[in-house]
């Protein structure tokens, strides 16, 4: 054990001068050394209330180690100065850059409730379902490249409190009449949402933040650093702006459904529904200024083939979401040994005449076409991070966030996106097999050799685009290597 005095940055156990880091069981600081534990709001670094005095008497701002990807520009920080072996976005093992700075204060956060090993097991029973794959996603080694991160969020709080006016219609018919009755709702409305919350970092994505909400904002506590003691944050870079809007119309609908769930105004169509501006006018609904929390995330990224893979466990709620790509061999295998019986079942159920063989061929050639340019669409999208508002923010700083037109893949951008890979595009294999079943159905030669000629030809083709999906799903559960261009220097500034 080493402790540099003076310039250390870490927590200083009262007791016998020890590293004090989080403990998660405990929910307090514990001494690496003593084993004493000890009140998180009672720990401070010198540095950090020195400081923080001197800036304009308001304690927004703590200290804080940036370290930043060489390879990839993906910066984390923490409150130790320890060096970072690698990086969790880009999955790259080097030694990370580092630099001191100072990183504007989140009001709240909730701290790790899961352990490491609590996190760990999560994600073994995960895969234990995903039998195609990798088998480097299970392996032990692996696994033990979880890193705790805390996530920082945007948290909306919203009221709608006063008295209400709305109108509303409901038709219904008798007859040859349809009727409509016209309603006026009147009521005092009282409303509280509490910490509608949404990523606040460009680098970690919306959808792996779908993935593993909700976080339970009760467990959360008013932020002072030393909670970060042995783990990590990531950045906030993306404006609080961002997501108001759609806060705003959560709330909205929200209470919209509440006021239709009594029976009498079941199917009542409002007025001011659909309309956000009239609804946010008719339920007063008021957005607070937004707060800044973090959340704990377990995280975990897996580098192959130039694509990253990432898996994620909630540190609240143990919930865990990961890419999962499949192991073509294993695949192979598998669906060879669940074909066996399938085949022999069904040879000895029926006998199958060779015209309808090739026309089922056919059938599933364009199946498997139809998966193929569904799939290649999605990755086109996903590589785009078209879903990913955070990271779209960001790259088309100044236009309005939800903008329509980034938000659509053309023809055109499909077919040169194939054309592109320079390889012999999976489609060609099920585009052949549908030609060759419809060829020989046309000319129907009397030969039966003809028909079962075909139907091999047509399950090579098929077989071909197969695999071509399978690489294709591939790409789809893994990720791009991100690349962050971070302007440098002060973040907060
Ligand atoms: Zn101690
Ligand atoms: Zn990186």
């Not at 979880?146 to 209400?164: C, D, E, H, L, N």
């Not at 990271?391 to 077919?415: D, S, V």
């Not at 390889?423 to 129907?444: D, E, K, N």
Request: charged share 25%; with cysteine; net charge neutral.
């Amino acid at each position: 054990m080493f402790f540099a005095k003076g310039e250390n940055f870490l927590y200083e156990c009262p007791n016998c001068g020890g590293n004090l880091k989080f403990d998660i069981s405990s929910q307090m600081m514990k001494c690496d050394y003593c084993l004493t534990t000890h009140n998180p709001y009672d720990v401070t670094k010198e540095k950090d209330a020195e400081e923080t005095n001197l800036q304009s008497g308001d304690n927004n701002e703590f200290n804080v180690t940036i370290f930043t990807c060489p390879q990839c520009g993906g910066e984390i920080l923490s409150t130790d100065t320890s060096a970072a072996e690698f990086c969790s976005f880009c999955g790259a093992s080097t030694i990370l850059d580092s630099r001191i700075c100072k990183e504007r204060r989140p009001s709240h956060i909730i701290p790790f409730k899961k352990t490491k090993e609590d996190c760990k097991k999560a994600y073994i029973s995960r895969m234990k379902r995903a039998i195609f794959a990798p088998s480097e996603l299970k392996d032990e080694k692996y696994i033990d490249g979880f890193r705790g991160i805390y996530i920082p969020y945007w948290a909306y709080s919203i009221t709608q409190k006063g008295p209400v006016l709305l109108k509303g219609e409901k038709s219904y018919s008798k007859g040859n009449y349809i009727y409509t009755d016209k309603y006026d709702l009147s009521g005092d409305l009282d409303a509280y949402y509490y910490d509608l919350s949404y990523d606040a970092s460009s680098s970690f994505s919306d959808s792996i933040s779908e993935q593993i909400a909700p976080f339970n904002v009760r467990d959360s506590k008013k932020f002072t650093p030393s909670f970060l003691s042995g783990f990590y944050a990531d950045t906030a870079d993306v404006d609080s702006s961002l997501y108001r809007d759609d806060a705003i119309n959560l709330a909205n609908a929200t209470s919209y459904s509440k006021i239709k769930k009594t029976p009498a105004f079941s199917d009542l169509k409002l007025s001011t529904e659909g309309n956000n501006f009239a609804t946010t006018m008719a339920l007063h609904t008021f957005c607070d200024k937004p707060e800044r929390v973090l959340y704990p995330v377990w995280f975990m990224s897996y580098r192959k083939e130039g694509r990253v893979a990432y898996a994620t466990v909630n540190g609240q709620s143990g919930k865990v979401a990961a890419d999962i790509p499949v192991d073509i061999k294993k695949y192979l295998i598998g669906t060879f040994l669940l074909a066996l019986p399938i085949f022999f079942l069904l040879n000895g159920l029926f006998t199958i005449k060779p015209d309808i063989l090739l026309s089922c061929s056919g059938l599933l050639a364009s199946f498997a076409l139809i998966i193929y340019l569904m799939e290649i669409t999605a990755v086109l999208r996903r590589d785009k991070r078209m879903d990913d508002r955070g990271y779209l923010h960001r790259q088309f700083a100044g236009a309005k966030p939800g903008q329509k037109k980034e938000n659509q893949i053309t023809i055109k951008e499909l077919l040169s996106y194939i054309a592109e890979s320079g390889q012999i595009p999976g489609f060609t294999g099920s585009a052949v097999a549908m030609g060759v079943s419809l060829l020989v159905r046309l000319f129907a030669p009397v030969s039966d050799l003809w028909y079962y000629g075909g139907a091999i030809v047509s399950f090579l083709g098929i077989l071909f685009t197969n695999m071509a999906i399978i690489k294709k799903y591939n790409i789809l559960a893994t990720r791009k290597l991100p690349q962050f261009d971070r302007k440098g220097g002060n973040d907060h500034a």
